[in-house]
Every structure is written in structure tokens, then in C-alpha cells.
């Protein structure tokens, strides 16, 4: 299957990664989205080189879809991989606020030295600039608007900041911008590939659905076996595309089985939870 994550060409390519790393420029600290059922895989592999030396919040996102214990292995790997760094991990739900106050703290701690140079060059205080970048589908909108809320209310165009962007004012001391930085394209392996595929963070037309389909339910399998046998058929011998369209009984005009009909199945069932929670990134083992 094709390796590039999307079909753009390498000309827009460069003018993504040209576009955002003129965004990242006017922040104090850049928040980077993970996904939560495969952190590593979308973590993109020149994020060091793209953000250079900013401070760097990674947020896994989707956390009520992640394995538990698995999730809480890749926080407290991306957190010893950053010692000597000015980065932090956690991992998150939206579906509960609790969270929001912690992470302006975890904000404000980050960028305590910025502020203090910039008080010791005699500058009037302003507001820490923000903003969230990652890989499409990862959460990136869903993760603004929820530190957005209801209740704020955007601060607008800002003098020789990125032209056209929009900051919001999400904490008394803090200034999200409201668009999210998409990081630029990038040829995977065949083995991340697929991963990014499975989870919808690949657009559809670089990837055959069946292909993709039965290579997660084999990574399924060795990974969450009684989780794939329940979803399938509690009594089944053969866990495979084939048995979930003879269970559903999804057949062709011609009466054969619809193989492509239980993978689209199977794949948005996986992405929406019915499977159960799980993570194909393991800290223990290589893609």
C-alpha cells in the first residue's frame, strides 16, 4: 500500500511546512497531538526538526479509546525521553474538563524562563502564545475548541504576529491561536502506514480499505484476541473478514461474500470503540 500520508505534491508539501513553521515562529510553546491508539505511529518523524527548540506539550488524545495501561506507558516513555528538554507528556479525554486547568499550569511552568527574559529585558508583560499542531484526525480542532469553551472570546489579529491568525485568550495569561497547525507530509513505512490507515489518520485514497482491514484484525489478534473473538462471533474458529461477512451476512449481488463491506464495517467499528480500547504502539517492541 502506498507509504505517503497524503496525495498532496511535494511542492505543497514544502509550502505546509513552510506555512507552519512561519506559525510556530510568534509561539511561546507548541502542543503536539498523539493519538492515543497508536502514539508513536503518529507522532511525525521530523517533529524535533520542525519545532525546534521550543518547548513542547505532547497531549495524547482520544484517551478513552486507548488501551489503559498501554496509554499510560507511552506518557511515562515520552516523558523520560524528554529529560533535558523543555517537553511534557500527558494523555487526555475531552470528554470530561477536569484536565483543562492542569494543562494551563503545565503551560505556565514550561514557559516561567521565557517570561522571566522577558521581564529582565525590561518589555511589559504579555500574554503566553500557544498554539496545537499534529498529524490530520489526530484531535487537533477538538483539543482547541475544548480549551477554547463557551465563555472566551477571541482576541483577533495580533501586530507582527502570522498574518490572518486568530488568538484566543484561554486563561488570564494565556493566548491560543485558533487554528491548528496540520504538520506536512511525510512517506511512512508500510507497517506505519497501515497503522495511520486503520485509525483514519491517512485519507482513504491512499490505502485499500480490505488490505488495511486484515492486517488490523491480525495485529488485533495478537494483541486483543477474546476482544476480536466477542466482536466477530463469540464462537467463531476463524477470526477474519471472511467470518465477519458471514456473520452479518453481507453479500454481493452475485451471492459471494462482501469482503469490502466488512472491512469498511469492521474499520469504522474499530475507530468508534465497539472493539473495546486498545493500542497497537507498544513501548517494548519496534513498528
Not at 506559525?23 to 492515543?36: M, T
Not at 504579555?126 to 477538538?142: D, E, H, L, Q, Y
Not at 482576541?155 to 496540520?182: C, F, M, S, Y
Not at 474458529?237 to 467470518?243: D, F, I, K, T, Y
Amino acid at each position: 500500500m502506498p507509504s505517503k500520508p497524503s496525495g498532496r505534491s511535494s511542492s505543497q508539501s514544502r509550502t505546509a511546512f513552510q506555512h507552519l513553521q512561519e506559525q510556530i515562529k510568534y509561539v511561546d510553546l507548541v502542543i503536539e497531538c498523539l493519538d492515543a491508539r497508536a502514539p508513536l505511529s503518529s507522532r511525525h518523524p521530523r517533529s524535533s526538526e520542525i519545532f525546534t527548540n521550543k518547548p513542547r506539550l505532547l497531549i495524547i488524545t482520544k484517551e478513552d479509546l486507548g488501551d489503559p495501561p498501554l496509554v499510560k506507558s507511552w506518557v511515562s516513555f515520552f516523558n523520560a525521553e524528554s529529560t533535558g528538554r523543555q517537553s511534557h507528556a500527558l494523555s487526555l479525554s475531552l470528554k470530561a474538563q477536569r484536565n483543562k486547568e492542569k494543562i494551563f499550569q503545565i503551560v505556565l511552568d514550561m514557559t516561567k524562563e521565557k517570561r522571566a527574559q522577558h521581564a529582565a529585558r525590561g518589555l511589559l508583560p504579555r500574554a503566553t502564545r500557544i498554539c496545537v499542531v499534529g498529524m490530520p484526525n489526530v484531535g487537533k480542532s477538538s483539543l482547541i475548541n475544548w480549551l477554547i469553551g463557551q465563555k472566551k472570546a477571541k482576541v483577533g489579529n495580533k501586530p507582527g504576529v502570522t498574518k490572518g491568525a486568530q488568538w484566543v485568550r484561554v486563561h488570564p495569561q494565556i493566548e491560543l491561536l485558533d487554528t491548528p497547525g496540520i504538520l506536512p507530509a511525510f512517506s511512512f513505512s508500510a507497517a506505519t502506514a497501515k497503522k495511520l490507515a486503520l485509525f483514519n489518520l491517512l485519507p482513504e485514497s491512499n490505502y485499500d480499505v480490505e488490505e488495511v482491514a486484515q492486517d488490523g484484525l491480525e495485529q488485533l489478534k495478537a494483541q486483543y484476541p477474546k476482544q476480536v473473538q466477542n466482536y466477530i462471533y463469540e464462537k467463531a474458529e476463524s477470526l477474519n473478514l471472511e467470518e465477519l461477512a458471514r456473520r452479518r451476512n453481507f453479500l454481493t449481488t452475485g451471492g459471494s461474500l462482501d469482503l469490502v463491506r466488512a472491512a469498511n464495517v469492521f474499520v469504522s467499528d474499530l475507530r468508534n470503540g465497539k472493539l473495546g480500547r486498545v493500542t497497537l504502539d507498544r513501548t517494548d517492541s519496534s513498528l
